[in-house]
């Protein structure tokens, strides 16, 4: 049974910084991409970045691109999600996704297993 377990939300300022964790098991973790997807109050959830088997590739979603940053340690089973220069919009519950295929895109429904989610609030 694959579990990810999401961890290091948190309440930060705008402009600070926050490192996510998702620590993946149940499942070959290098075979797999892996996503970050985010969902506030009210609106449905939207993709925030994925990586590759081997990070070798990542994309990002517009409004993340040049302060976000998603890594993976294939050795810890584990993805990362770096945020640098938040903003109030960042505000979301954010979910790790394990993707069905080696890369993945930006749909949710190309990601089979989801965390239960970490809860990030941006105060201006």
């Known amino acids: 049974q694959v579990q990810l377990v999401e961890s290091g939300g948190g309440l930060v300022q705008a402009g600070g910084s926050l490192r996510l964790s998702c620590v993946a098991s149940?499942?070959?973790?290098?075979?797999?991409?892996m996503g970050w997807f985010r969902q506030a109050p009210g609106k449905e959830r939207e993709f925030v970045a994925t990586?590759?088997?081997?990070?070798?590739?990542?994309y990002y979603a517009d409004s993340v691109k040049g302060r976000f940053t998603i890594s993976r340690d294939n050795a810890k089973n584990t993805v990362y999600l770096q945020m640098n220069s938040l903003k109030a919009e960042d505000t979301a519950v954010y979910y790790c996704a394990r993707g069905r295929l080696v890369q993945q895109g930006s749909t949710v429904g190309e990601y089979a297993d989801w965390g239960q989610g970490t809860q990030v609030t941006v105060s201006s």
């Open positions: 149940g499942l070959t973790f290098r075979s797999f991409g």
């Open positions: 990586i590759n088997w081997n990070g070798g590739t990542t």
